[in-house]
């Protein structure tokens, strides 16, 4: 490895950095520059990056149309806050959205982050009842294997066990985290207590499809029909957090539409903005609007992030969307799970492979214990790939613009790592 850059050497003593163990962790890698699907370090070294930034670059890193967009905004106008205020992007993405969402998803309210989001969608979802002079729905459902975030809301609806948040059990406030109704008996097991405990749940909530950083678990999409007859059997609330599934990663705009299923409130982060800057939305049904429709203003939503629907990330935001009108990504989306299944499938030989699996643009070797991540990342990088897998799984979630040799580099790298 060359030389470490001057600028990384004086900040890496002050720089926290996420996920780390500070005191073990190898340094990370150097970037100076982003291009279509590849990272080009410091020095000069370039590597396919199999995980889309954290599965945010759908387009490629740097696309020359966001970028546009975001440079023509940045010379208008680089923030105009929305309280009282209005601007372009914000308003022209909101109304977008919501024509892109299904059935009566048509309230769009911004924020910066996607646990921000999930916080909002639970303050709606609380907030709901309250206003319709319910008491006492003061839980929330959520599913084993399921990830919705790292703040202390968010941290709640977790899985306790698998998650990263497994330290603050007893601190926050317990939820109600079940198994997936996956087959009719679960469904049976999820209605009995439904039955039993549905005047205190505000809502279910639930990653559509994948279940991504718990483990990159999947189901069917008769699951999320399952949960959308029991939230109406029960008169509960059902949020689909979308923040990964959104945005064409498992083959269909959002899962849910591929599934024929509407939430009440939908989350998007991560790829809304196709990897450029910080945005995420908690998109509610008319349904859930109408509950804060009122001349009263104590039942008006109290919230308001500084930088919610920031000019210039609702700018990218909009440019994202116009590269997803064309429909390309549908076809890019098929090839590369086509690539992921063939590239990954001699893995299930290697030593200690309990499953290959591959959903839309996901592709997941999953192991029988979690594996050395700062050691395999070093060795993917070697390989010519950035591939950071989490805990047990080693998975690729490439931008949907990789091309066909650079997919199989990343494949390569998975295949020698783990055939070994
Ligand atoms: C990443 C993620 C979040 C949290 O988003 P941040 O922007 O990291 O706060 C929430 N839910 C799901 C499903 C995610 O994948």
């Known amino acids: 490895m060359a030389e470490i850059p001057d600028w990384l050497a004086k900040g890496a003593p002050h720089l926290w950095r996420p996920y780390t163990q500070m005191k073990t962790a190898p340094p990370p890698l150097p970037v100076a520059r982003t291009e279509g699907a590849r990272l080009i370090l410091e020095d000069g070294r370039q590597l396919v990056d199999g995980l889309a930034n954290w599965w945010t670059a759908c387009h490629g890193h740097n696309h020359p149309h966001i970028r546009a967009a975001v440079e023509a905004q940045l010379a208008k106008a680089p923030h105009v806050m929305l309280g009282g205020l209005a601007h372009e992007p914000a308003y022209r993405l909101a109304a977008r959205l919501a024509a892109l969402s299904p059935g009566e998803l048509d309230h769009v309210f911004f924020a910066e982050s996607g646990s921000v989001a999930v916080e909002i969608a639970m303050k709606m979802a609380l907030q709901f009842w309250i206003n319709r002079g319910v008491r006492g729905r003061t839980r929330f459902l959520s599913f084993l294997g399921g990830y919705h975030g790292d703040t202390l809301a968010a941290m709640t609806v977790c899985d306790p066990e698998e998650g990263m948040h497994g330290l603050f059990a007893g601190v926050l406030p317990a939820q109600h985290v079940l198994p997936l109704p996956i087959d009719a008996a679960s469904d049976a097991a999820l209605d009995a207590f439904l039955a039993a405990h549905a005047a205190e749940v505000a809502a279910i909530l639930v990653e559509p499809r994948v279940q991504g950083a718990g483990g990159m678990l999947f189901h069917d999409d008769e699951v999320l029909r399952r949960l959308r007859r029991l939230a109406d059997a029960h008169d509960v609330l059902l949020i689909f957090d979308e923040i990964f599934t959104g945005f064409g990663r498992t083959g269909d705009l959002f899962a849910c539409q591929g599934a024929g299923v509407v939430p009440d409130i939908m989350t998007l982060s991560k790829a809304l903005t196709g990897g450029t800057l910080p945005l995420s939305a908690a998109v509610a049904s008319r349904r859930v609007f109408e ?57 299930r030989q290697g030593a200690g492979v309990v499953d290959v699996r591959v959903k839309g643009a996901i592709g997941v070797v999953e192991m029988d214990g979690p594996v050395a991540v700062g050691e395999l990342c070093r060795r993917f990088a070697e390989l010519g790939a950035w591939i950071r897998p989490m805990g047990k799984v080693i998975y690729l979630t490439p931008p949907f613009v990789i091309d066909d040799q650079e997919l199989e580099t990343l494949t390569r790298a998975v295949r020698t790592v783990v055939l070994g």
């Open 291 to 347: 509950a804060f429709w009122s001349d009263d203003p104590a039942a008006a939503l109290m919230h308001g992030p500084t930088y919610m629907g920031n000019p210039l990330a609702c700018a990218a935001a909009n440019a994202s969307l116009d590269l997803f009108e064309d429909g390309g990504w549908r076809g890019e989306v098929a090839r590369i799970a086509a690539g992921l299944a063939e590239g990954l499938a001699p893995c």
